[in-house]
């Protein structure tokens, strides 16, 4: 008696095994897969020849009453994927399989008959069989986590789908330009997202890009400080991409610089979207009137604000408690300032200038009982 023999010697499992082949037609993938866990060192159709061999019971003819003899078209698959797999580049990829209703319903009746007390799942032996298959063809990696491409067998629709994850690259833009929003807006044709995307989009092929970043300035706002970023290119062809000749790319746009382009994953845009950054802002404010005691705003240290109106449409009506950090300021003349201002995280600049009719106190404007409009605003730093 050999090793293998002995683990199916329990008159329990050969019972199991009998029962199997005696609902009907039965491949030698499905009856070994049914004692999946007897035994180890072998895959389920050599399982499942050695079992027939011991019982004495010889394979009846006809299509297989649990998987239809769908692993006589793994190798039909296996071709389709990797044709399709060869027109993109890719470091690791993952088999998975969609099940149609036939092969769950088959499976799930020959448990109700047998048990499933020693069995592997078919998609399981699915996903694995057609992956060495896979493998064999195009000789790239298996990944369980986060892999470059899903390869995905789909029973119901009876074919091969390529979900192609996203390529991620992060670094640091600054906004040369005043006049576009940093993502897409129906009232603008260029945002700074599609200027950072587009010589990743020519030389990765992908089908579409987002802008994940620590914040965002305002579109009339320059943002002369460096903003963390992380892009993402969807279903990318290509993932090999010069950093270096992007970021060149991005800059002759003469509005939108990068640096610091580097490769990315999708836990970096958690953590860019999670960035609470103090800001410093250069700002030119013209008063109504001639302005006399400019050095009390310098008693401003700490302010509520409402969600300024500007906003209010799309963001939660909130009083939140905000520091002005440091202040100084330069005369223009005597109605026309230029302030450098640094502030906490989430300080809405403009309102703490106007007042914004009363919904950030207290305000520039209301200190010196003077109102106020900013000409202009530039993000000069964020800090880390």
Partial sequence: MTVKTKAFQDENILETAQAVMKRGPTCDHCL????????TGMTNDERGKLIRKMTGMKKVRGKCIVCGDIFDKLEDYADKASSRLGKIEFSTFLVGTVMSPGLVSSE????????????????????????????????KEVSQERPDVLVMLNLKKERVELDVSSFFVKGCYRKLVRGIPQTKWEKYDETVEDIIASPFMLASGGSGHSLHA???????????????FVLEIKEPRKRSLDLVKMGKDVAKSKKVEVSGLEPA????VIDVKSMRNDKSYSVV???????????????????EQRTPSRVSHRRADLVRKRKVISLSWKKI????FE?????????????????????????????LGNPAKVESLDVTRIWE
């Fill in 32 to 39: 070994g897969r049914q004692l999946a866990h007897v035994s």
């Fill in 108 to 139: 799930e009746s020959l448990w109700e008959d047998v048990g499933i007390e020693y069995c592997e799942p078919l998609k399981s032996e699915l996903n694995r069989e057609l992956g060495k298959l896979i493998y064999d063809r195009i000789k």
């Fill in 214 to 228: 620590a914040g965002r300035e305002d579109i009339d706002a320059r943002c002369l400080g460096c903003r963390p």
């Fill in 265 to 268: 994953s999708k836990n970096d």
């Fill in 285 to 303: 404010v013209s008063f109504e009137k001639p302005v006399k005691g400019i050095e009390k705003i310098k008693n401003i240290t700490a302010v």
């Fill in 333 to 336: 003349n005597n109605k026309k």
């Fill in 339 to 367: 302030l450098q201002i640094k502030g906490e995280a989430g300080l809405y600049i403009k309102e703490l200038v106007t007042g914004d009719s009363g919904r950030t106190k207290p305000s520039f404007a209301e200190v």
